[in-house]
């Protein structure tokens, strides 16, 4: 018996090249249907490939999308390649080095690292190398800009919550330099369309990285005062997260806080280490107003609602107790934690 049917809303005889033709619209509905699951592959240019990039791009490059990944030089282009990204060598703050560079790109992410320095180097580094971005990629602009800002443009010291709207008038130097940046490329989407997202991103750890927590373990770690300073965090398998999300789901010209679900306080970050780590409290450095101003050190308490609300990823690791987990529990296995005093 033969039986009549219809896909796709075609009607369909019961010929053998009707039969052929339904299955070809049946393919094509699937084709369609995939196409909504895995959506088109990029082309994709980090710049910064270090720390974030570099896994930021190896995690692309497993999702299918062609990757680029740009640095001052070419000493880690075996690393790169070894992830399956293309190396390329260029400095940021010198634009005749961009002008040589190859092909057009769907997505730039640039999280480039001043590697510390002064507010000279961060000029240098973000604010100039992000407009010579910009004059680079204006004849031929990508689908989205994605820019890897600081929270540490919020300047407040009295433990308020932020969020992107609130007042950026940071006292240190280098976070000015920042606001500074953003302020540029926001005038490009507002003037010229130019596609930016940008993530302003809170203290990241991770896999060898961390701060407090590397203090705490060479038994250099101090507690300012009482210390009840707030800590914003995000672990950098978070942040990779959420810059692909940001790529797909990120409304042009907005900015985003890209920080964990909870702030903790460093009294209370280095009490949960002691605990974890079977290791004393670290001893009391009275405040010293003057150095936490050199140091652009501020109290507050970070938002994320409008990224969890926008773009909706979920976090690995929400909270510090979850990520610093995980990686005293890498530490451990690979040997490198200092094992815990025995109890006498």
Known sequence: ??????????????????????????????????????????????????????????????????????????????????????????????????????GEYDWVVNCVASGGGDAATYRETYLHGT??????????????????????????????????????????????????TENLLLAASAERQFPVVILRVAGIYGPGRGHAFKLFLKHEARLEGDGSRLMNMIHRDDLIGGIIAALHSGRPGEIYNVVDDEPVTQAHFYRWLAGTLGQPLPPVAPADPAALHRRGATHKRVSNRKFKMEIGRPFLYPNFRLGYSAEILRLERAGELEAAPDEP
């Open 1 to 102: 018996m033969t039986l009549d049917f219809e896909v796709c809303g075609t009607e369909k005889s019961p010929t053998s090249s009707g039969r052929t033709g339904s299955r070809v619209a049946a393919h094509a509905t699937l084709a369609l249907a995939a196409a909504a699951v895995y959506p088109p592959l990029m082309r994709v240019l980090i710049v910064g490939c270090g720390y974030v990039g570099l896994p930021l791009g190896a995690e692309l490059v497993r999702q299918g999308h062609e990757v680029s990944g740009l640095r001052r030089t070419e000493a880690a282009a075996a690393r790169l390649l070894g992830a399956g990204i293309r190396p390329l060598a260029a400095d940021v703050s010198r634009p005749e080095t961009l002008a040589a560079l190859p």
């Open 131 to 180: 407009a010579n971005l910009l004059a680079w990629l204006a004849p031929r602009p990508p689908r989205t800009f994605l820019y890897t800002s600081s929270t540490s443009v919020y300047g407040q010291t009295d433990g308020s919550t932020v969020k992107e709207t609130s007042r950026t008038e940071p006292a240190a130097e280098t976070a000015q330099v920042l606001v500074e």
